[in-house]
């Protein structure tokens, strides 16, 4: 069936995002994946039924769930990694034992988060990612993980990557977007600034303007990593 219909996803659960970081390992986890498990079943429902999956997400931690997914679904599918990090650490390799860290690596089978996996390394493209670990360092500087570095011409660059690998010669993309994410902190700073107006602690507004300018900061970027993204896969 042709998938034609987009069908929204937006994810509010927890998912080891950054205050959860001094839980290390398996309690992480174990916190989230009830929540990571109702998100995975819902991307493989929308696939089933012919749909598009278009998902409003938070934290990158939520890629152990939705990239198995679409990979049981369309094994042809290439993901575009917008990222500082490339997040792929895995619990043996990772200093912090952040989950987000862990990412993509779960996708790609080198670790076993439970959530599956069936991503071909051939079939990532890692996109303006600086901060690497050194495993991370091997497998891009082994040619299993293809990096594109920010400069003017990303676009044509990130376009010859994937029609230069075999692998990714299918016609459907998967794009991971990260800067796209201004409705959720602008979400947050809403509510947080609702909790402020009944008598939350001080230090709370702090979050608010934090949340706000993330909000405003990725409404500038989002548009022009979109525009890179449609571009590589025209």
């Known amino acids: 069936m042709a998938m034609t219909e987009p069908a929204l996803s937006c994810f509010a659960g927890r998912a080891g995002h950054h205050t959860d970081r001094l839980v290390r390992g398996a309690p992480l986890l174990a916190a989230a994946l009830p929540a990571l498990t109702k998100l995975a079943t819902r991307?493989?429902?929308?696939?089933?039924?012919?749909?598009?999956?278009?998902?409003?997400?938070?934290?990158?931690?939520?890629?152990?769930?939705?990239?198995?997914?679409?990979?049981?679904?369309?094994?042809?599918?290439?993901?575009?990694?917008?990222?500082?990090?490339?997040?792929?650490?895995?619990?043996?390799?990772?200093?912090t034992g952040f989950l987000g860290g862990m990412a993509l690596a779960g996708p790609l089978g080198l670790w076993d988060s439970g959530l599956g996996s069936g991503l071909a390394q051939g079939r990532v493209v890692l996109v303006g990612s600086r901060?690497?670990?050194?495993?991370?360092?091997?497998?891009?500087?082994?040619?299993?993980?293809?990096?594109?570095?920010?400069?003017?011409?990303?676009?044509?660059?990130?376009?010859?990557?994937?029609?230069?690998?075999?692998?990714?010669?299918?016609?459907?993309?998967?794009?991971?977007?990260?800067?796209?994410?201004?409705?959720?902190?602008?979400?947050?700073?809403?509510?947080?600034?609702?909790?402020?107006?009944?008598?939350?602690p001080g230090w709370v507004t702090l979050l608010v303007l934090l949340a706000f300018w993330n909000g405003i900061k990725f409404m500038v970027f989002g548009p022009r990593c979109l525009r890179l993204t449609l571009g590589a896969a025209n």
Do not use: K, Q
Request: overall charge negative; aromatic content about 6%; charged content about 20%.
């Open 43 to 95: 991307i493989d429902t929308v696939l089933d039924t012919g749909g598009v999956p278009v998902s409003a997400i938070g934290v990158c931690s939520v890629a152990l769930a939705t990239v198995p997914a679409v990979a049981r679904h369309r094994p042809d599918a290439v993901v575009v990694w917008f990222d500082a990090h490339a997040d792929l650490n895995t619990p043996a390799t990772s200093m």
């Open 131 to 200: 901060d690497l670990d050194p495993p991370e360092h091997d497998l891009v500087d082994s040619g299993r993980v293809a990096l594109v570095p920010v400069a003017d011409d990303m676009a044509a660059r990130l376009r010859a990557v994937i029609a230069g690998r075999p692998e990714a010669s299918g016609r459907f993309r998967l794009g991971i977007v990260l800067m796209l994410l201004w409705p959720a902190y602008w979400t947050t700073a809403s509510l947080l600034g609702l909790w402020v107006r009944n008598g939350a």
